[in-house]
């Protein structure tokens, strides 16, 4: 079968999963969920989320058992081979559980589909506003079926920025609080929505101008990263080098910013190291 048609074929598979996972996820009444901690007490995970990640594995290899999967919740325990056409499965089961937990609308189940290390399609639904984004590479991003574009915004003091912490950020080891602070000073409005997957989508939507963040797993940025780029954006590391979704940091920009927002991270490590 053509590439193409293949990872249709997988786009498609990845929006259903998410989808129904997503759906279940909402249906669930907030007072019956079980949430136990992970790394530390502000680090939790619901039953939901391991369900979510079971059914979608489930789901995956039930129709391509050959196969890899990748999700936040569980080990790799798919078959693993020195094939050069390996296909992997990048699920966050829910991207945003401290949101999800405490009744915000404001987390997603994201599905990216990874071929031979490089991520050819994904699928990022927020079941509370019911949104699908979607993204093929070399085809485009969209949102509930219309194309998306990135902000042409280039008045930084009109734009909006957006990031996250990771879940030891009292501990400061990257020195992610003086960053957040440094583009405070600078006069920028910034959000800190709670779910890296629609940070990305969100900027691939053209309603975020930028987004960085760093700790963060493929899970959380394979499918919004190709979101972000085949809507027109850039997307690379602190160093400015091209995103591998396996390396920890990331800026996602329309494209104007992306200088500005590298420049003010590394002054706030730079500070925070004098
Ligand atoms: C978290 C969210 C959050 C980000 C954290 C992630 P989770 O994922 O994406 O926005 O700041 O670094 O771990 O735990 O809700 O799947
Ligand atoms: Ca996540
Ligand atoms: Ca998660």
Redesign the pocket.
């Known amino acids: 079968m053509e590439a193409n048609t293949k990872t249709k074929e997988f786009l498609a598979l990845a929006a259903q999963a998410a989808r129904e996972a997503g759906d279940y996820a909402f249906a669930i009444n907030r007072s019956e969920l079980q949430i136990t901690t992970k790394t530390n007490a502000m680090d939790i995970?619901t039953e939901v989320?391991k369900r979510n990640e079971d059914v979608i594995r489930a789901t995956v290899l039930a129709r391509y058992p050959d196969h890899e999967f990748l999700g936040?919740?569980s080990a790799d325990t798919s078959p693993k081979s020195d094939r050069n056409d390996i296909v992997r499965w990048i699920v966050?089961?829910?991207?945003?559980?401290v949101n999800y937990a405490h009744g915000l609308p404001i987390w997603c189940v994201s599905v990216g589909v990874e071929v031979n290390g490089r991520v050819e399609c994904g699928a990022i639904y927020n079941p509370s506003i019911g949104e699908m984004f979607t993204a093929q590479r070399g085809h485009g991003s969209y949102l509930n079926g219309k194309r998306l574009h990135v902000s042409l915004q280039t008045n930084p003091a009109q734009s909006l920025f957006v990031t996250g912490f990771p879940y030891n950020v009292n501990e400061d080891p990257e020195h992610v609080i003086e960053q957040f602070v440094k583009f405070l000073r600078q006069g920028l409005l910034v959000r800190r929505l709670g779910s890296a997957a629609l940070d990305l989508a969100y900027v691939a939507a053209g309603r975020f101008d930028g987004f960085w963040e760093i700790g963060l797993s493929p899970?959380?940025t394979s499918a919004g990263q190709l979101m972000v780029r085949e809507a027109g954006g850039r997307v690379t590391h602190y160093d400015g080098s091209d995103y591998n979704v396996h390396r920890k940091s990331i800026v996602a920009t329309s494209g104007v910013h992306h200088e500005m927002i590298m420049r003010v991270i590394k002054e706030g490590q730079t500070q925070a190291n004098q």
């Open positions: 995970v989320d936040e919740e966050d089961p829910i991207d945003g559980t899970w959380d």
